[in-house]
């Protein structure tokens, strides 16, 4: 659905040049959905403003929807939705105005694209608010029309750019079981920019790292997580004694990356926590110690872009 190869955009700005994106190669499959995942300024808006045909590319070549973003953007155009960080809504016209409008704008007929427009306010929970005007929308209510605004022509490819920022936790939870809902009807691909870590993990399949313009790294979550840092897991036992003991005990019974204690606990990493535990468990019995508690930390996404970059997504996120 995607293919893009070398892809660069540069800028020029006052200090100089700013490569944005850097040969980047990027892959979608259709019906995937993916998030693409980076600290401010990686390169994440520029790259889908390139496979929207919203901005040219300075090199490299792109391909969305079978079409060339350069050669074809029309066609590209056609098969896409884009929803883009700032409300697609105009001021003043009813919600449903709005709707049919963008269906009439990509070449629906008038029926057509009031049914379709029927359609998409009742998957994404805006019915009864036809005669509402958008921009007396709450929040949610303005991304989720914003979302259906990118539907209207029944893309085949959906991209979203943050499209939970601004949105408090409940209203961001249920975008998100509106957009998997629609997936699953029709089966759109979709791409995604976001800032928040945990809705990466959550919502996609599938997670690219993005930095300094250029794929760092490109897996589901749990192999991007497990690839990198390996789980850690956290022994308590009741004495310091016991501690070591019970380090020396786990060392034999699993491969670790590295066993170290702290007072009464004792730190393991190791490739699957839950897979590792029963063998633990098992050999720190065998010696008649006792555990307080055990603990398995699956690492998150931050802990992959801060073992890549030596940076914490969150303080790079600002
Ligand atoms: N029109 C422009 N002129 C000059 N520099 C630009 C322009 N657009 C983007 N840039 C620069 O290109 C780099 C990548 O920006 P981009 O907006 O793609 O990042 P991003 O990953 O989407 O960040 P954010 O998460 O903050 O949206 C940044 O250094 C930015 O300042």
Redesign the pocket.
């Known amino acids: 659905m995607i293919r893009t190869r070398d892809l660069v955009r540069t800028?020029k700005?006052k200090g100089g040049t700013?490569e944005?994106v850097r040969r980047l190669d990027l892959d979608v499959g259709a019906g995937e959905l993916v998030a693409l995942l980076?600290p401010?300024?990686?390169?994440?808006?520029?790259t889908l403003r390139m496979l929207t045909t919203l901005l040219l590319p300075t090199s490299g070549s792109a391909s969305v929807a079978g079409c060339d973003v350069v050669a074809d953007p029309k066609g590209v155009r056609r098969r896409i939705g884009y929803v883009g960080q700032g409300h697609a809504a105009g001021t003043g016209q009813y919600v449903a105005e709005e709707l049919v409008g963008q269906g009439r704008m990509y070449g629906l007929a008038k029926a057509e694209a009031r049914s379709r427009a029927a359609e998409l306010m009742a998957d994404l929970d805006l019915e009864g608010l036809d005669k509402r005007e958008a921009s007396y929308l709450s929040g949610g209510q303005q991304r989720r029309l914003d979302v259906a605004m990118g539907l209207i022509h029944q893309p085949d490819l959906l991209f979203l750019d943050e499209p939970s920022t601004g949105l408090d936790p409940h209203s961001r939870a249920n975008l998100w079981s509106h957009i998997a809902r629609l997936r699953e009807r029709y089966g759109t691909t979709i791409v995604l920019?976001t800032?928040y870590l945990d809705e990466a993990d959550s919502v996609a399949e599938r997670v690219v790292v993005i930095d300094h313009g250029s794929v760092i790294a490109d897996g589901t979550p749990d192999e991007l997580k497990g690839k990198v840092s390996g789980d850690l897991v956290v022994l308590e036992a009741a004495s310091e004694e016991d501690a070591r003991a019970a380090a020396a005990a786990v060392q034999g019974a699993t491969a670790t990356h590295s066993v170290d204690t702290a007072a009464t606990a004792v730190r393991m990493r190791v490739d699957r926590g839950d897979a590792a535990l029963p063998e633990v468990l098992s050999a720190v019995e065998a010696r008649g110690l006792e555990l307080r508690t055990v603990q398995v930390h699956r690492p998150s996404l931050d802990d992959v872009f801060l073992t890549l970059t030596g940076r914490s997504l969150r303080e790079s996120a600002g």
Do not use: E, I, R
């Open positions: 800028f700005a700013v944005a980076g401010n300024g990686a390169g994440k808006s520029t920019t800032h």
